[in-house]
């Protein structure tokens, strides 16, 4: 899970950083995204694509992340900013904001998927980085760990939808509450516009 951290450190960088998002496919709340830096040579065989492991073992290794990476930033993409310039472009900025937000800058960057990131530092895409890199599998359980927990909170503030449960994702209660009561503000209004199914009123609540 540490070759691509290797090749990195063999072609001469220092300090590396693996990147990936949670929450692309949600119909509500924010994506997050996450950059961790780990010391040269680390591993885990624990740490693992998050969608892999179940959410007590994501608790788990949130924490011993925390304590073994150099760095971890977050970034956060909200809704609003989701509807206005789409969801890829938002899980692209909330990446950048990621790593802006760690507390030792990378000289190279491991990232999740097809794209690079808008920063001045050699990258590279991997997709399924987060089966490949440690660092990015990484960055995955913080981000997912993170979205959870905002979701959690969105839950007090609007337990008819269950966000505690279904954290947003599409699933046959969350769609049959969306066509009986409508959307609340934390709703991708975006995913939603072109669906007759669902109510499309949009409730304020507070």
């Given at each position: 899970?540490?070759?691509?951290?290797?090749?990195?450190?063999?072609?001469?960088?220092?300090?590396?950083?693996?990147?990936?998002?949670?929450?692309?496919?949600?119909?509500?709340?924010?994506?997050?995204?996450?950059?961790?830096?780990?010391?040269?040579?680390?591993?885990?065989?624990?740490?693992?694509?998050?969608?892999?492991?179940?959410?007590?073992?994501?608790?788990?290794?949130?924490?011993?992340?925390?304590?073994?990476?150099?760095?971890?930033?977050?970034?956060?993409?909200?809704?609003?900013?989701?509807?206005?310039?789409?969801?890829?472009?938002?899980?692209?900025?909330?990446?950048?904001?990621?790593v802006l937000?760690?507390?030792?800058?990378?000289?190279?960057?491991?990232?999740?998927?097809?794209?690079?990131?808008?920063?001045?530092?050699?990258?590279?895409?991997?997709?399924?980085?987060?089966?490949?890199?440690?660092?990015?599998?990484?960055?995955?359980?913080?981000?997912?760990?993170?979205?959870?927990?905002?979701?959690?909170?969105?839950?007090?503030?609007?337990?008819?939808?269950?966000?505690?449960?279904?954290?947003?994702?599409?699933?046959?209660?969350?769609?049959?509450?969306?066509?009986?009561?409508?959307?609340c503000k934390?709703?991708?209004?975006?995913?939603?516009?072109?669906?007759?199914?669902?109510?499309?009123?949009?409730?304020?609540?507070?």
């Amino acid at each position: 899970m540490n070759t691509f951290e290797k090749l990195a450190y063999g072609e001469g960088y220092r300090c590396v950083a693996g990147v990936d998002e949670a929450g692309r496919g949600p119909l509500a709340g924010p994506v997050v995204a996450a950059a961790v830096i780990f010391p040269p040579a680390y591993q885990n065989s624990e740490i693992n694509d998050s969608k892999k492991l179940t959410a007590r073992k994501r608790n788990e290794l949130y924490k011993v992340i925390s304590e073994e990476a150099i760095a971890v930033g977050v970034g956060v993409a909200e809704v609003a900013v989701i509807d206005r310039i789409n969801i890829l472009r938002a899980s692209l900025q909330a990446m950048r904001e990621a790593v802006l937000d760690l507390s030792m800058v990378p000289d190279f960057i491991l990232i999740d998927g097809l794209y690079t990131l808008a920063v001045n530092t050699p990258q590279k895409a991997l997709v399924r980085g987060d089966a490949l890199s440690v660092s990015i599998a990484a960055a995955s359980i913080i981000a997912k760990v993170s979205r959870d927990r905002i979701m959690e909170m969105y839950h007090r503030q609007f337990p008819q939808y269950n966000f505690l449960q279904n954290k947003g994702y599409g699933t046959a209660e969350h769609r049959k509450i969306l066509q009986e009561i409508g959307m609340c503000k934390i709703h991708r209004r975006s995913f939603h516009l072109k669906n007759k199914d669902i109510h499309q009123t949009v409730l304020d609540w507070s």
